[in-house]
């Protein structure tokens, strides 16, 4: 018989596996006395927790109101993002002018420049948003922007030699040359829009779930620590696998590893 060299076949809902034995992990060390409730709450003490919090309004405004802010962070990023890879792909100028200043900003992180955009755009919504986009933005960039470098020369000389116009060596060469790399730089931008939003939603916030969970520091109720980051990680679970979802059926024509 033939040897499979590949990961094997698939299984639906696999990816629920990790999670799942993280969770029944934490909920036997809690049983069993290893993990101290003072430093971190058993699962059944985080679900009371979280019904409580659910129960009076509070976990569900809360988290409209985060997932506002990463959700508009997300979408100026990716626009952003997006367009100056293409400025900087399909362009010897655009590469010149735009390339090296999001490099500079890519060794800088957006977290470095809260100051400065504290200064200038005060505590509020704006600059909270701006934090997410900038991160996100980066991201987009850099992997969008490799895709549209990378694609094959070859194919270029054959669309000219098939004398395609411009829009229709868009949508036939570059589109599908560049969407492995987008989608790439897309699910990296959702985990950095969920890292952007914990930052700024500790920084003199007034609501949101990062709020929520600096007063309850400010108790030391882990309990609601807790069920504050079980919610970040949900909202990042969830996001990744519908990125995933999406680029499957779009890119549904590739056969790779990941198939």
Known sequence: MRRRLGPGRRVPFGRLLGPVLLIAVWWAASALGVLDPRILSGPGTVLSTAGDLVSDGRL?????????RAGLGLFFGVVTGVALAVVAG??????????????IKRAIPSL?????????????EQMKVTVIALGVAVN?????????????????????SLELNRWQ????????????????????????????LIVVE?????????????????????????????VYGVFGFLSDALVRAVEGRVLAWRRTLAS
């Open 60 to 68: 569900q405004d809360s988290a409209l109101i985060s997932l506002q």
């Open 90 to 103: 399909l362009s010897r100028l655009g590469e010149y002018l735009v390339d090296g200043p999001l490099q």
């Open 169 to 196: 060596f868009l949508r036939k060469v570059v589109v599908p040359g560049s969407l492995p790399g987008f989608f790439v730089g897309l699910r990296l931008a959702v985990t950095s829009s969920w890292l952007g």
């Open 202 to 230: 500790q920084i003199n916030a007034t609501s949101g779930i990062g709020y929520m969970m600096f007063q309850a520091q400010q108790y030391a109720q882990t309990d609601v620590i807790v069920v504050g980051l079980v």
């Open 140 to 160: 987009m960039y850099i992997n969008t922007y490799a895709s549209l470098t990378g694609i094959d020369s070859r194919h270029v000389e054959l669309a000219e």
């Open 112 to 124: 470095a420049m809260l100051p400065l955009l504290i200064l200038w755009l005060g505590i509020g």
